[in-house]
């Protein structure tokens, strides 16, 4: 038996080094060291043996069993560093090969006329003020001197939510909101409100059913006409370059006495007369006006001591015109092959 102990374990060596990987080497871990294996059966046939011979083959069947264990393990650990480096090996990168390219956003050509317009505004000291998209019929309509029935509702076909709610059709409610809330010991209001608006137009190129506005209120002591028009003027003038024409016309608004709309010459025909400008000649760009009496009064303010002008434009229109975009869907349709020709060049690749 002590014989045939050194042969297996001489055999088992043999072996264990020339497994080539981990799951080999498991196979004869069972194979040999297993409940099944040679030396768990010399171990259980020891009862049969002379009581002399017991503690000799139970120290050799030991030192066999701790011999195979032991080099199991080292071969274990060689077998396991080369998996190892095998892997590294597999997973070996490039570090100079160039990365990907992330392609970086830029501003939408229309939040880029917006924010042009917001820092013009704030520059002249103007602060930015915000409002429910979702709005009361009252701001919408009834604090801009519009009362319920009016006829001048008609102008502006709306999305009712409710019977008192709705998404609003202009800027405007902010004006009422902003008076309502004032306290002119904090000095004149001089606010603009950039905002999306919604009305049941029918898209061509020049409306669409959901665009954005600009609203402009200066409500103090002392402000006129004047005002207005010098304002107009250096918004003109800013964005579209001297060269530009512009017109007021007469208008009519409920919540501005007098009322004025400006137009800007057309970019496409110069001012004959095409498609984009309806053959006018003009594009209307804003409203505008001196606050009615009625809207400071229904706002709590006395139309004795303060005055006021107010206006709303149309960035999309402003957009149109500065860049020569002739059909407003264009910004709404998010063609990359027309986004891409207005990315902003300091902030990135396009
Ligand atoms: C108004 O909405 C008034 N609230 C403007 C105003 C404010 C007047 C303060 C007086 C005082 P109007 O409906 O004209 O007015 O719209 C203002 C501007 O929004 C227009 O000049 C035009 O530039 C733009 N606009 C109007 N309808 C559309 C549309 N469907 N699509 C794109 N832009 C539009």
Not at 156 to 163: A, G, N
Not at 221 to 232: C, Q, S, V, Y
Request: with cysteine.
């Amino acid at each position: 038996m002590l014989e045939a102990l050194a042969k297996l374990l001489n055999n088992a060596k043999e072996e264990i080094d020339k497994a080539v990987n981990l799951k080999e080497l498991n196979d004869l871990r069972v194979k040999y060291l297993g409940k099944k294996g040679p030396v768990t059966e010399i171990m259980k046939q020891m009862s049969k043996l002379p009581a002399d011979e017991k503690p000799l083959v139970g120290a050799k069947a030991n030192e066999v069993r701790t011999a195979l264990t032991e080099k199991i393990t080292k071969k274990e650990a060689i077998l396991e560093e080369e998996a190892i480096s095998k892997q590294l090996l597999q997973e070996k990168i490039d570090v100079t090969l160039p990365g990907t390219k992330v392609k970086k956003g830029v501003a939408h050509l229309l939040t880029q006329v917006i924010e042009e317009m917001e820092n013009l505004f704030i520059s002249m000291g103007y602060k930015i003020a915000e409002g429910p998209e979702v709005e009361l019929d009252y701001y919408n309509f009834e604090a801009l001197n519009l009362p319920q029935g009016h006829p001048a509702r008609d102008m502006q076909d709306s999305f009712y939510i409710t019977e008192n709610t709705l998404l609003r059709t202009q800027t405007s409610p902010v004006q009422a909101r902003t008076m309502e809330k004032h306290d002119f010991k904090d000095g004149p209001i001089k606010i603009i409100c950039p905002g999306k608006v919604y009305r049941r137009d029918n898209d061509d190129a020049t409306h669409s059913h959901q665009f954005t506005q600009i609203e402009g209120l200066v409500v103090g002591e002392n402000i006129t006409f004047a005002d207005l028009k010098g304002t107009l003027t250096v918004l003109a003038k800013t964005m579209f370059g001297e060269e530009r024409e512009i017109r007021l016309r007469p208008s009519f608004f409920p919540f501005t006495e007098p009322s004025v709309e400006m137009d800007i010459s057309c970019f496409k025909c110069g001012g004959e007369g095409c498609r984009v400008c309806k053959g006018t000649g003009w594009i209307e760009i804003l409203g505008a006006g001196m606050v009615h009496p009625n809207v400071l009064e229904m706002s709590g303010i006395d139309s004795k001591i303060y005055s006021g002008f107010a206006f709303g434009l149309g960035p999309e229109r402003v957009a149109m015109l500065k860049y020569a975009v002739d059909d407003i869907r264009h910004l709404y349709t998010n063609d990359l092959r027309f986004l891409n020709q207005f990315s902003v060049k300091e902030t990135g690749e396009n």
